[in-house]
Nanobody
């Protein structure tokens, strides 16, 4: 499985941005796909996840109500719509595949990672 993230950029606080992750290879409907991020000087943290079938979604508390994750099976793409961006959302965002997740967050590490895309939110 290969993952290619895109859509990062520089925006102002309050703006919106949409990230996309193009997936190639064999992907199973029960797999979880998602986004993680790493801010400068901090560890990588979970952002959002979705079952490849589109049935289930999970979000970190810090992005609930502002970010929406979605999947387009026809295009093999997972997207992250980010609204009401804050300076603290500044980070490198990584697409990831195949990890276990609950309402409390991931319980296993992803097996596949894409190269990150940088999101910078200026205040």
């Amino acid at each position: 499985v290969q993952l290619q993230a895109s859509g990062g950029g520089v925006v102002q606080a309050g703006d919106s941005l949409r990230l996309s992750c193009a997936a190639s290879g064999r992907i199973f409907s029960h797999w979880n796909m998602g986004w993680f991020r790493q801010a400068p000087g901090k560890g990588r943290e979970f952002v959002a996840a979705i079952r490849w079938s589109g049935e289930l979604t999970y979000y970190a508390d810090s992005v609930k109500g502002r970010f929406t994750i979605s999947v387009d099976n026809a295009k093999n793409t997972v997207s992250l719509q980010m609204n009401s961006l804050k300076a603290e959302d500044t980070a490198i965002y990584y697409c990831a595949a195949t990890f276990s997740v609950t309402e409390g967050g991931p319980t296993t590490n992803p097996n596949w990672w894409g190269r990150g895309t940088l999101v910078t939110v200026s205040s």
